[in-house]
C-alpha cells in the first residue's frame, strides 16, 4: 500500500506523543472523538447517509457502559462489551425503520428517533437523569492491566483506535464495501442487478452505530463522567461538523476534522470565550461554500496522486 | 496522502501548543469554575471572580513568598466541563484550590475530582446537602448554604404561619430534588401536607403549563425549589396567571439580585433564608459598600462567601506553612472563623461550614427606606438549628 | 369539579389552551419552513435561529431605542428578513445545483454563527422582555386565568398564517410562486425574474419566523439558545404535515400544540418527545406527511 509509511510515521508520532508532554487526556479525547466520527463517516462517507442522531449510539452506550462498571462492578473490557451490544442493537431498531427512506427523510427519522433516546436517558433511573453518571472507575483489563494511569489508558485506547481504523478500511476495500459505492453511485441500478439494498444499509448502520458506541464506551472511561450532554442534538450536530470538515470522503478525514474542533474549542474558548463556536461555525460554512471535500479531501485532490480505484468518490 | 499526513500531524502540534502551561512551582493556583452566562450568572459570576480578587489583594497578593494566581471560566451549567476543567488545571497548571459551582450537579462532578486529585474544594452557591452527606469528600468545604438550612429556614417559617398544604415546583436537577426532599421533611414534622409536585427543566423558557398544574392541586402554598432566573421567571408568570391570588409563593431560595430584578411590589412578603445580608452590621455594609463601588450592585451571600472563602484559604495555609492539601484541611477544620462574613463560624467533620442562618422576609415598598433595603429580620437561627447537630450520617468517609 | 378519566376538567382546559398558544407559535414557524422547502427545496436549519433573531430585534429595539412592541412587530420582521435575504443571495444561491443536502449542513453553519455571535454577546440566560401596554392583564375564563396578551398571539398567529395562506393558494402571485416550485425554466420563459422571487420567499419564510420571534418576546425569556431548542420540534410539525404543503404545516402546528397540551396533563414528561413519535409513525406509513405530495 502506498499510504503504508505515512500511516506508520502518523502512528509513531501518536505512540510519542505522551512523551512529547501532550496532555494524555486530551489526546484520548481526540481518538474518541475521532473514532466517533470515522463511525459516523462509514454512513455518510461511503454510503451517503447522512445521520442527524449519531449521538444516540454514542450516548447509549456510554451510559450502559458507566452503569455496568459502576453499580455491576463489571471490568473494562466487559462494561465496553456491554456498551457496544446495547449501541448495536439501538443500530438494528432505529435502522430497521430509517433505512427504507432517503435523503431528507431518512435524517429526521434518525432525528426523531435519537431524540426518543435522549428521553429515555433523561427519565430512566439508572442514568441519574440531569445528573449524569459520576465517579465510572476504569478498572482493570482481565484483572491484570490496571488502567487508572492516563498513560497506560492512552495505550489501550490508541490500541483500539488503530484497530477500528483497520476495521474501517477493511470493511471499505471489502466486496461488501463494493456494493455499498454500487448503492450509493446508483441505488435503483443496484436493484435491478438483485442485491437486497436494504440489507446491505442496515449491515451498514449497524456497524457504524457498534463503532460509534465503542467511542462512547471509551469516553465513559476516559473521563469517568457520563452526562445527557452525550446523547443530546449538539454532540450529533457535532460529529457532523467534524466529519465533513475534515472531509467526508476519506479515512483520514474525520479524525482530522475532530483534531480541529477540539483543538479550536479548546484553544479559542481560553481566549475568545464564547465567540469560538461563531469562528467553528464559520469555518464550517466556508468549509461548504468552497472545500467542500474538507481538508483532508481537498488537499489529496490537489498534491495526493489520483488512486485507480478510488475508495472515496468526490462529491456531486 | 502524504499532505494529508502533515494535515494531521499539525493537529497534532496544535494539540501540543494548546496544553495548558505547566505551573511554575512559585505560584499558588487558586481556580473558580462557575456559571458566567447562564441563569445563576447574577448570583454568583463575574462578581464572584470580582469577590475572590478582592480577597486576594486584601492578603498581600502573595502567601509563603509565592504570588496567588486566580484562573477562571465558565462551566455553562455543564458538568462535563466543570469536571474537565477542574481535573486539567489540577493535571496541567498546578490548581491549589477551587472555588466554585454554583450549580449542583456540575459541583457534584467537581467534588469527585477533588476527592479523587485531593485539592481543597470550597462548594459556593451550590445546594445540595449531599455534596457534604451522600457524596461528600475530605476535602470539600460547603459554604454559605445548603439546602437542609434552607428548608429549616423558609419551609419552617412557613408552616408555622399556617401554609399546611404544599405543590412544588422543582428544578429537575440534584439541587431541585435535594430542596425538595428537605422542605418536604420539615413539612411534614410540622403537621403539613405535600399535595404534589412537578419537575421543571433547568432554564426552563416558560413555566405556565407547569403553574397550571400547580393550581390544580389546591395547595396553599407554591414551593418554588429553584434559583436564579428559574425563580425571577416562575415568580413572574404566577403573578401574570393569577396564580398568587389562590397559593402563597415560597421562595425557598432566593437571593438579592433576585429581589431587585424583580422588585419589591412583586416579592413583597416573601420569606426566605439566607446566610449573609449587606445590611446585618457594620462590618458587613463596609463590605458590602466596597464591593458596590467596584460593581454597581450589592453583594449577594454567595459573593461574600467567596471573599470569605478565599481569604480563609489563605490564612490557612499561612498557618499551615504549606499548600499540602492534608496539612491545609486539618488547619481549616481547626480555626474559627470570624470576618465580614460570619462570626463563630466553624468547618464540620462532614464539610459543612456551620454559620448563623437569617430568615427574613422582605419589606413592602413603603417599608423600604434606601436603596437595596429589602429585607427585615424575622429570625437568626443558630448554626446547628439551621445545620443540625450532627454531621451528616451519610457521609462515606466518616464512617471508616 | 367535574373529571375526565380522573383528572380535573379545569386542567384539561387549562393545558388546552396553553396547547392552542403553543400550537400557534409551531403553525406560525412550520409555515415559514414549509414556504421556503417548497418553493427552494432548502431544510432551512436556520430557521430557529431566525426566530431567536426576531426576539432579540424587539428586545434590542426598546433596549437600545426606545422603540416599542408595536414597531419592532414590523420592523423586527423586516431587519431579519434583510439578513436572511443576505445569506441566500450571498450563500444558498450558489448551492442549489448540488445535493440538497449542502443547504441544510449550510443552513446548519449559519444557525451556528448566528447562535454564537447572539451567545457571545448577550450571554446564554434570559432576558426580560415586557407585555405592550394594551395587552396587560388577563381573562378570567372560568377555569383559568389566561392573560390576555397569550390570547393575541392566537389571534395574530392565525390571521397571518391565513393571511399566507390566502396569498399563496388565492392570488396571482401565490400561483406564480407555486407554477416556479414545479418547473422554474417554464416561468422563466414567461419573463417573470425567478431568481428574484426565490430571493423574496426566503426572506418571506424568515420573516415569518422573526415574526414569531416578536411574538413570543413577551412570553418566554429571550435567549441565543431559544432557537435550538424549538427548531427540532418544527421540523418534526412539517415533517408531519408534509414538507412543502402550505394548509399541512398549520393544521399539524395547532394540533400538536394541542397535543402537548393535553399531554401534559396525563404524562407530563413526555410532552416533549410525543411530538416525534407521532413523526416517526408517520414517517413510517405516511412518509410524504398527512397533507403532502409523495416524495
Redesign the interface.
Known sequence: M??AP??L??LL??LA?PA????P???MK?LCYGMFACAFNLLLGYTNM?SFGHAAFFGASAYVTGWLATSRGWGAIAAIGGGVATAAALGLLIGA?AV??R???F???T???S??VF?VC??AGFTG????L??IPRGTILGVLDLNG?TTLYYFVLAIFVAVFLLIRRIVHSPYGQVLRAIRENEPRAVSLGYQVNRYKLLAFVLSASLAGLAGSLKALI???V?L??VG?ANS?QV?LMT?LGGSG?F??P??GA??VL?LE??LS?R???????????T??A???TF?RG??GE??Q????RRALSAAAP?? | MQKSILTALCAVLACAATSPARAADGQVVIGDIDDLSGVYADVAGQGAIEAANMAIADFGGTVLGRKIVLLTTDHQNKPDIGASKFREWADQSGLNMLLGGSNTGVSIAMSKVAGAKKIPFFAIGAGGASLTGADCTPYTVHYAYDTTALGNGTASAIVKNGGKTWFFLTADYAFGTQLQESATRVVNANGGKVQGAVRVPLGAADFSSFLLQAQSSGAQVLGLANAGTDFVNSMKAANEFGITSAMKPAALLAFIADIHSLGLATTQGLYLTTGWYWDLNEETRAFGRRYFAKMNKMPTMDQAGYYSATMQYLNAVKAAGSTDPDGVMAQLRKTKINDAFTKGGYVRADGVMVHTMYVMQVKTPAESKYPWDYYKLIKAMPGEEAYGSQPDATCPFLKR | MTSVFGVPLPAILGQLMLGLVNGSFYALLSLGLAVIFGLLGVVNFAHGAFYMLGAFAAFVGWQKFGLGYWWMLLLGPLIVALLGIAVERLFLRHLYRLDPLYGLLLTFGVAMIAEGVMHAHFGSSGNYYPVPGLLRGGLHLGFMVLPVYRAWVIVASLGVCLITWAVIERTSLGATLRAATENARLVQAFGINVPVLVTCTYGGGVALAALAGVLSAPIIQVSPLMGSSVVIVVFAVVVIGGMGSILGAIVSGLALGVIEGLTKVVYPEASNIVVFVIMALVLVWRPAGLFGRDP
Do not use: H, K
Open positions: 502506498r499510504a505515512a500511516y510515521g502518523l508520532l501518536a506523543a512529547l508532554g501532550i496532555y487526556v486530551f489526546a481526540l447522512l425503520i427504507r427512506r435523503g431528507i427523510y435524517a429526521m427519522i432525528l426523531a428517533l431524540q426518543l428521553f433523561l427519565e437523569g440531569e445528573n449524569g459520576q465517579s492516563d473521563l469517568g463522567f452526562t450532554s452525550d442534538q450536530g457532523i465533513i476519506t483520514l478525514g479524525l482530522v483534531g480541529v483543538t479548546e484553544y481560553e475568545v470565550g464564547a465567540w469560538a463556536t461563531v469562528i467553528i461555525g464559520a464550517f460554512v468549509c461548504v461554500m467542500r481538508l483532508v488537499l489529496q490537489r498534491y495526493g496522486r462529491p456531486p
